[in-house]
């Protein structure tokens, strides 16, 4: 047994996994002992400026002094500290880097869009069985990119990265309480661009199921669930019918911000970014049943994906 502590930084939130690693079966297990999340929006006007923000990195360095203490606590043996889309597109991400070094004692590692894509993929892939006798196209859909790969229990065939993300839309175009319509064409046009994009390195075609993870789909789901709270429990492997899952998605996307805040399930730091991260998962699943002949009829949620691949990469 290995305890080992993963964070995940991304362009909307930071997150901490502090897990075991059991692999006396012959495959890694993960038993949580600790599962954080803090929305802390390090890509705030990166998209804009090409910079980390000094107030966005001050709330980072905050949130990572805190994992820190907590993986001190509770006697990780190696601690792996991941960033992913706002800080790959940021001039001065030294000032990152040099600030998470000195607070954590690690190097973080400012990954690849193919590699967070990789890691994405193995830690949905270790705990939902849709991957039996599947090709599976697994969506993670940040606050900066979005991946997609596409893989059997084999192991990953296809992956592309590319830059749209419920923050980055946001910023980009969404500015008005709710969106207007023509915001919300120019939004559509981003992402359909994306998807041609996308598609020339993955054959989207080929898929036989869609998982979707990350702090958007989830809540997306909990909102097609109608949960009286975020449940990680109803949500983690729910698959439900595009239709439910479009229908809630554009649900959030045409709400006022006040609507969307009084949701039960609605984390805070999720209020004002949900309407583009429901855009971006409704066109995706709209396009993947026009791509798949209709073969595709319903999309399943996992509260598992890259903090799990990071931990399980240091089994």
Not at 3 to 31: K, Q
Request: hydrophobic content about 45%; charged content about 25%; overall charge negative.
């Amino acid at each position: 047994m290995t305890r080992v502590a993963a964070i995940d930084c991304g362009t909307n939130s930071i997150r901490l996994l502090i897990a075991d690693i059991d692999r006396s079966s012959g495959s890694a297990a993960l038993t949580d002992v600790v599962r954080e999340m803090r929305v802390i929006r390090l890509g705030q006007g990166v998209d804009a400026t090409g910079e980390l923000a000094p107030e966005a990195l001050e709330r980072t360095f905050a949130a990572a002094a805190d994992y820190a203490r907590l993986i001190g606590e509770h006697g990780a043996e190696r601690t792996r500290f991941v960033a992913t889309s706002a800080t790959r597109d940021a001039r001065n991400r030294d000032v990152f880097v040099d600030g998470i070094r000195d607070l954590l004692g690690v190097e973080p590692e400012v990954i690849s869009g193919d590699e967070e894509a990789a890691l994405s993929f193995a830690g949905a892939s270790s705990v939902l069985p849709i991957l039996d006798g599947h090709e599976v196209l697994v969506v993670d859909l940040g606050g900066g990119s979005t991946e997609f790969v596409l893989g059997t229990a084999a192991g990953v065939t296809a992956a592309k990265s590319v830059d749209i993300g419920c923050v980055r839309l946001t910023e980009r175009h969404l500015r008005d309480d709710p969106p207007t319509a023509e915001q919300v064409a120019a939004a559509e046009a981003d992402v359909d661009a994306a998807l041609a994009r996308a598609g020339r390195d993955v054959p989207l075609e080929r898929a036989t199921a869609v998982v979707g993870v990350a702090g958007s789909v989830t809540t997306i789901t909990a909102h097609a669930l109608r949960l009286p709270e975020y449940s990680p429990q109803a949500i983690h492997g729910a698959e439900l019918p595009i239709e439910v899952v479009t229908a809630a998605a554009g649900d959030l996307l045409e709400m006022t911000r006040a609507r969307r805040a009084d949701l039960p399930y609605m984390h805070p730091g999720r209020v004002d970014v949900i309407g583009a991260g429901g855009l971006v998962w409704r066109r995706i699943l709209e396009r993947m049943g026009t791509l798949t002949g209709g073969r595709i009829t319903s999309a399943t949620a996992s509260e598992h994906d890259i903090l799990d691949g990071i931990a399980l990469g240091m089994g």
